[in-house]
């Protein structure tokens, strides 16, 4: 296992500014960014890239997302200790990291099978626990352990898929970067059975989320 240094310490305060520097303000956030050792999530050779505040490639043509983008979607969700949180797109690991540190219990889905085996053992590894792990299509969400409190999608969604917005909570949030290209972050807050208010937050580029291939 790599090891965790004062080098890497030191070089993640560093991003730390900077993620707040770009408008993240919410402390308990900033605190976990500051703590996860983002370098394990990555090839050794890219360990210097690992502290600059851009996303990288992973496995399976995946990426490690931006770490500001990580905090500000995870700073929109508002996660409380406890919350449950559907997670589309386990992908590294780093976010799901990220809920945990906030105390989530965490429900993650990865549609790359080489990708959900890797990451299921190497959080484990790091002392990571989300709840549930599961190796499936992220658009159909995860009815048995609905509904959930909050829904991260970490992937760009060509659509909205209404499935995940029927399995929020009333009271609860989902965020979702929608759109072909080019996708707008989007959050969703269920106000009671049928309605639902939708707020946008600006343009972000991510890897397309996607459905029924293996």
Request: with cysteine; charged share 30%; glycine share 8%.
């Amino acid at each position: 296992m790599h090891k965790d240094n004062y080098r890497h310490k030191g070089k993640r305060q560093q991003l730390v500014e900077t993620v707040k520097r770009k408008g993240v303000t919410d402390q308990k956030v900033l605190d976990a960014i500051g703590k996860i050792p983002r370098h394990l999530f990555m090839d050794s050779s890219f360990e210097d890239h690992a502290y600059q505040d851009k996303a990288f490639p992973i496995a399976a043509d995946q990426t490690i997302s931006q770490p500001y983008t990580v905090a500000f979607q995870t700073e929109l969700l508002e996660v409380s200790k406890n919350d449950a949180v559907l997670e589309i797109g386990t992908g590294s690991g780093y976010q799901t990291a990220v809920l945990c540190e906030l105390g989530a219990k965490v429900y993650s889905i990865e549609r790359q099978r080489e990708l959900y085996k890797k990451t299921k053992s190497f959080l484990e590894k790091i002392g990571y626990r989300p709840k549930q792990l599961s190796f499936g299509d992220g658009y159909k969400g995860w009815p048995e352990y609905a509904p959930f409190d909050k829904i991260i999608v970490t992937a760009g969604a060509p659509y909205l898929p209404k499935t995940l917005l029927g399995q929020l909570k009333v009271g609860g949030k989902m965020v979702i970067p929608i759109g072909k290209d080019v996708q707008v972050m989007t959050l969703f807050t269920r106000k009671s059975d049928t309605e639902f208010d939708k707020k946008e937050y600006g343009d972000f580029r991510f890897v397309p989320l996607l459905e029924d291939k293996n």
